[in-house]
T-cell receptor, first 113, second 113 residues
Framework: GDSVIQMQGQVTLSENDFLFINCTYS??????LFWYVQYSGEGPQLLLQ?????NKGSSRGFEATYDKGTTSFHLQKTSVQEIDSAVYYC????????????FGKGTHLHVLP | ETAVFQTPNYHVTQVGNEVSFNCKQT?????MYWYKQDSKKLLKIMFS???????VNETVPRRFSPQSSDKAHLNLRIKSVEPEDSAVYLC????????????FGPGTRLLVL
């Protein structure tokens, strides 16, 4: 079945460090891929979204490239700030079951001042 | 203000009681969802509604029942709560059932003693 894998449960960085959060997906169909961010006390909100293979999405300094070859959608940011501390979810909607968005387990990012 | 609103913010109850959570969206969307987020921040879809009609009903216990009076409102009732129902319940909406971003409310935190 369709799935989204985020192996990193928690990432701790210092300000201005490089961020890389790993995400891989599995589907027999054509996916739309998302990154959502959830700040403390709030619901998740869309960070970026990519529908077309090999395209890159970007927002607020974050980037992710839909790599069809490696079935990956890793999230990167060159220089994190303390305000980026949040939970980041990789997610997928596949045309094999377009009514459902599948979320990864989430990665807690802690950025130390 | 256009957004997804949830009430209450927080609810404490005892095992066996009935609880109801409300969700309203003022975004003019056709689709609404309920998600359960556990203590480890794992997000699981429970129900999806499109134009007041149930589209997706994941495997949830029968004591959970969604109710939609119109496409802007989706409530969740839990008959006879259990300790494992302690979680954050997130409501979301989207323009169309099989496309587009989901917009989340702030969540209702349920604690079952």
């Amino acid at each position: 079945g369709d799935s989204v894998i985020q192996m990193q449960g928690q990432v701790t960085l210092s300000e201005n460090d490089f961020l890389f959060i790993n995400c891989t997906y599995s589907t027999t169909g054509y996916p739309t891929l998302f990154w959502y961010v959830q700040y403390s006390g709030e619901g998740p909100q869309l960070l970026l979204q990519v529908t077309t293979a090999n395209n890159k999405g970007s927002s607020r300094g974050f980037e992710a490239t839909y790599d069809k070859g490696t079935t990956s959608f890793h999230l990167q940011k060159t220089s994190v700030q303390e305000i980026d501390s949040a939970v980041y979810y990789c997610a997928m909607r596949s045309d094999t079951n377009a009514y459902k968005v599948i979320f990864g387990k989430g990665t807690h990012l802690h950025v130390l001042p | 203000e256009t957004a997804v609103f949830q009430t209450p913010n927080y609810h404490v109850t005892q095992v066996g009681n009935e609880v109801s959570f409300n969700c309203k969206q003022t975004l003019g969307h056709d689709t609404m969802y309920w998600y359960k987020q556990d203590s480890k921040k794992l997000l699981k879809i429970m129900f999806s509604y499109n134009n007041k009609q149930l589209i997706v009903n994941e495997t949830v216990p029968r004591r959970f029942s969604p109710q939609s009076s119109d496409k802007a409102h989706l409530n969740l009732r839990i008959k006879s709560v259990e300790p494992e129902d302690s979680a954050v319940y997130l409501c979301a909406s989207g323009r169309q059932i099989n496309q587009d971003t989901q917009y989340f409310g702030p969540g209702t935190r349920l604690l079952v003693l």
